[in-house]
């Protein structure tokens, strides 16, 4: 069984920092491209940032230069580092695992980061 589990939200004032990990079990973690994804209230989930089997990084953006993705396959976990973090950040920060080869891809169940202006 596949689980994703992100942690690290929670409230933080506009130009603050936060640190969310999510932790993978039941995949082979170093094979797999992970990424993080938002969802503010009442809009669409976009990409935040992604990281291949390589360590190659894309990031939105909105956030480059403010967010830093990392993986670490030996803890089987993706970060993401957010610094100068504003009202927009606001939303449900998203865990994904992606295979394209095998059209497989995983979601974590959110966790959510408030930025109070």
């Known amino acids: 069984q596949v689980q994703l589990v992100e942690s690290g939200g929670g409230l933080v004032q506009a130009g603050g920092s936060l640190r969310l990990s999510c932790v993978a079990s039941?995949?082979?973690?170093?094979?797999?491209?992970m990424g993080w994804y938002r969802q503010a209230p009442g809009k669409q989930r976009e990409l935040v940032a992604t990281?291949?089997?390589?360590?190659?990084?894309n990031y939105a953006d909105s956030v480059k230069g403010r967010f830093t993705i990392s993986r670490d396959n030996a803890k089987n976990t993706v970060y993401l580092q957010m610094n100068s973090l504003n009202p927009e950040d606001t939303a449900v920060y998203y865990c994904?695992?992606?295979?394209?080869?095998?059209?497989?891809?995983?979601w974590g169940k959110g966790t959510l980061v408030t930025v109070s202006s």
């Open positions: 994904n695992a992606g295979r394209a080869f095998i059209g497989a891809t995983y």
């Open positions: 039941g995949i082979n973690f170093s094979i797999y491209t």
């Open positions: 990281i291949t089997t390589a360590a190659s990084t």
